[in-house]
């Protein structure tokens, strides 16, 4: 897995919004993407995953959304928690794991 | 799920000694791990590709002498940071990938946090 140390994008957003995290992708050969939650002095968790064969995912209040003619994915929260203030950040797989830098979310109660 | 687990969770040293990190993937086995260190509000930066069995893979900039790995079974790899300085404090994550995974999915650890005195 490739990632850099950058710091990161944060979002914003009030509790009960939904909220879109988005991240671009490099290798055009990557055929399976996971976004990954992180909180604070914890490991990664996994949330969703997409293979290239699809567009859309849905879980429970979480989609994914990849777009491969643009190398993007974008992962939706609905009626974003509290619970949800963390790191995101997606992964994408083929032969290598390649991070994106992560995008710090903050729910405004 | 997959579990992987991260001891210590937290260590604190004093400058210039050694610590050793243990990653073990509980449930099932993994022919490569990966390790990463993690700053405050800063993504995952992988250190090396640990291989079971063979000499691990280190990114650029990252000192082989400095930061000891090895993965000497299919369930444990170790980090060993050596001679650590104040400048080493950090969040140290490790991963694995299921031997038999088709899915290419990394299992974390909880990490382990190294504060040096």
């Known amino acids: 897995g490739e990632s850099v140390g950058l710091h990161l994008p944060t979002l914003s957003v009030q509790e009960g919004d939904n909220s879109i995290i988005n991240c671009a992708y490099s290798n055009s050969a990557s055929d399976y993407f996971i976004w990954y939650k992180q909180e604070s002095g914890k490991g990664p968790q996994f949330i969703i995953d997409i293979r290239s064969n699809m567009d859309k995912r849905q879980g429970q209040r979480v989609t994914v959304l990849l777009n491969k003619t643009v190398k993007h994915l974008s992962l939706q929260i609905a009626a974003t928690q509290p619970g949800d203030s963390a790191v995101y950040f997606c992964a994408e797989t083929g032969n290598q794991f390649y991070f994106g830098t992560g995008t710090s979310l903050t729910v405004i109660p | 799920g997959a579990v992987v687990s991260q001891h210590p969770s937290w260590v604190i040293c004093k400058s210039g000694t050694s610590v050793k990190i243990e990653c073990r993937s509980l449930d099932f086995q993994a022919t490569t791990m990966f390790w990463y260190r993690q700053f405050p509000k800063q993504s995952l930066m992988l250190m090396a590709t640990s291989n079971e069995g063979s000499k691990a893979t280190y990114e650029q900039g990252v000192e082989k002498d400095k930061f000891l790995i090895n993965h000497a079974s299919l369930t444990l790899s170790t980090l060993t940071v050596t001679s650590a300085h104040p400048e080493d404090s950090s969040f140290y994550i490790c991963?694995?990938?299921?031997?038999?995974?088709?899915?290419?999915?990394?299992?974390f650890g909880e990490g382990s946090r190294l504060t040096v005195l």
């Open positions: 991963s694995a990938i299921h031997t038999r995974s088709n899915t290419g999915e990394l299992f």
